[in-house]
């Protein structure tokens, strides 16, 4: 079970309280989280990353166990306590004025 | 009883104000999508309960908000506006070619017949359609090729921000640009022309009156008289009687002849309504007093309406979005300024009162007369 936190934000908008669960079919990456997040939650689609370029958002940051994992591939393998569920995926608004 | 519903989006939420006829006392209904900008919300005219809603952050990007219930509730619709094709190029600031990019949904026009039918005006400048109620959107593309590499955005932006649909025939549709100016369709979008001869643009443009270029603010139209269209241009309020085909400025004695709105009277297709704002580097009224001026004339000869706006000391702006009629026997004029105050006159203007004071800047006002 993989947990991902969401800003405030977006946890309106796909009705949800701070943290959600996925179950992740096969190895535990970015872009598995962020595909199974969207799938889930199809109001977050467009919200995260870019619907055609697949890019992250500008003002959005990915963190996990203290690392920025912002500008990580999609290909690239999360740490075991994300996968494990003992550390969240941290979706953030970034601070960007007001 | 008949009553009123204003829509106004602003900075931070959209809010719904609510009234009978009489108009004199309100219901302050929001913030709805609290901390977010609401661009533009608007009703259907065929279904007033069926509201559209554009909702964007400069962190999480575009949604699309629909209800059903005139506002009570909402969900989110397809946020997903894809160019045509491959998009290409338009000219950036510094006159090179700069690509296509979305940015924004800056107006939603819903049919006037069709609820489901609904005309989204973006940033990067194009005209989408859905006819599903916003689950899907697409394109309208031949209006980007009406010399599409040669518009550049203003200062807000190049943004598609006026709708205007034709009432008496169905295949013509009016849009005006920043800065690229007025074009017209008049077989339902799939081919369009610029309207802009008789807009000179001589602090603006190379070319003063070049086909397309021009710093259209806002256009309107009474609907019994659609051959008729008004327009704030960046500088001159103009009119055209041919359906945009020539313009003439109409800016008379007006204090200044900058600013955002325009407005027709419901019942009076030749009085009209601007608020001229000092100039293009001073965004707020001449001398601190807001005024809207008033011209029953179809233009030229201005009158202040002054009774009950501040008259000392008042420095916001009324963006281009922000002033709307109600239909009702005595027509209502509204509009909304930055500094989060939407008033209102149930008088054609001789006398105003703000419904509200207090919220975050005010980016649009729409009004739905109630049945």
């Known amino acids: 079970m993989i947990r991902v936190a969401l800003p405030h934000h977006l946890r309106t908008l796909a009705s949800v309280g701070k943290e959600v669960e996925l179950q992740i079919e096969g190895p535990t990456t970015l872009g598995a989280i962020l595909d199974t997040l969207e799938l889930q939650y199809p109001a977050l689609r ?8 697949q890019k992250r958002r500008p003002f959005i940051r990915f963190f996990a166990c203290g690392q920025d994992l912002s500008h990580e591939p999609p290909e690239a393998p999360l740490p075991d306590a994300v996968a494990t569920g003992a550390e969240p995926f941290r979706v953030v608004g970034a601070m960007a004025g007001g | 009883m008949s009553g009123v519903r204003v829509l106004v989006g602003t900075r931070k939420g959209a809010f719904i104000l609510t009234s009978d006829a009489k108009r004199e006392r309100w219901d302050i209904g929001g913030p709805h999508f609290a901390g977010w900008e609401i661009y533009h919300l608007n009703g259907s005219s065929a279904d007033p309960n069926r509201l559209y809603a554009s909702q964007s952050t400069g962190w999480f990007g575009q949604l699309i908000q629909r209800s059903n219930d005139g506002g009570q ?19 950036w600031y510094d006159g090179t070619q700069h690509p296509w990019e979305f940015k924004r949904v800056w107006r939603l026009e819903p049919s006037l017949t069709d609820p489901d039918t609904v005309y989204a005006g973006a940033e990067d400048a194009a005209l989408f359609r859905s006819s599903d109620g916003g689950q899907t959107w697409q394109e309208l593309p031949g209006l980007r090729d009406a010399k599409g590499h040669l518009w550049q955005p203003g200062g807000g932006g190049m943004c598609l921000h006026t709708i205007l649909l034709d009432p008496s025939n169905p295949h013509r549709i009016f849009v005006a640009i920043s800065a690229a100016g007025a074009f017209r369709t008049d077989d339902g979008g799939a081919t369009w022309q610029p309207i802009n001869r008789g807009l000179v643009s001589k602090y603006e443009l190379p070319d003063a009156t070049a086909e397309v270029g021009h710093c259209v603010h806002n256009l309107a139209m009474h609907p019994s008289r659609s051959g008729v269209l008004f327009m704030q241009k960046h500088w001159d309020v103009m009119r055209s009687d041919d359906a945009g085909e020539s313009w003439r400025e109409i800016s008379g004695n007006l204090p200044s ?17 601007v608020v001229p704002i000092k100039s293009d580097s001073e965004h707020f009224p001449p001398d601190g007093k807001l005024r809207v001026y008033r011209s029953r004339t179809g233009g030229n000869e201005w009158e202040a309406l002054t009774n009950g706006l501040p008259q000392s000391d008042c420095y916001v702006n009324i963006l281009r979005s922000a002033m ?8 209502g004029i509204y509009f909304g300024t930055t500094g989060g105050q939407v008033y209102a006159s149930a008088d054609s203007g001789d006398s105003w009162k703000p419904i509200v004071r207090d919220l975050p800047a005010v980016l649009s006002v729409e009004v739905q007369t109630l049945p």
């Open chain 2, 73 to 91: 509730t909402w969900e989110a619709m397809d946020n997903k506006f894809v160019y045509d094709g491959v998009p290409g190029t338009h000219q």
């Open chain 1, 46 to 53: 467009g919200t995260i990353r870019d619907h055609l370029t």
């Open chain 2, 257 to 273: 002849d900058f600013g955002f709105p325009i407005a027709v009277h419901a019942h009076e297709p030749n009085t009209i309504y």
């Open chain 2, 324 to 331: 709307a009629v109600d239909t009702l026997e005595s027509c």
